[in-house]
């Protein structure tokens, strides 16, 4: 189970890591496919790179879902 603030409705992919227990490099691994982690897809349509992803309370939950913590 995660808790987020009600008001919370963006999340950084390092706050995605540590609400999920997922590792920042297999959360980018993953999100390379639509429809998870808008930010950068926008970044690269536009031509230049992204410092971070960006996820909503939706994509979260998902992941949440999906995904089990990482061992590593």
Request: net charge negative; aromatic share 10%.
């Amino acid at each position: 189970m995660v808790t987020v603030k009600a008001s919370q409705k963006i999340f950084t992919d390092s706050e995605v890591a540590n609400l999920t227990g997922i590792c920042v490099d297999h959360l980018q691994q993953f999100c390379e496919e639509p429809p998870f982690g808008f930010i950068a897809r926008a970044a690269e349509a536009a031509g230049i790179q992204a410092d971070q992803w960006l996820f909503t309370l939706s994509d979260l939950m998902v992941l949440v879902t999906l995904f089990p913590r990482c061992t590593h």
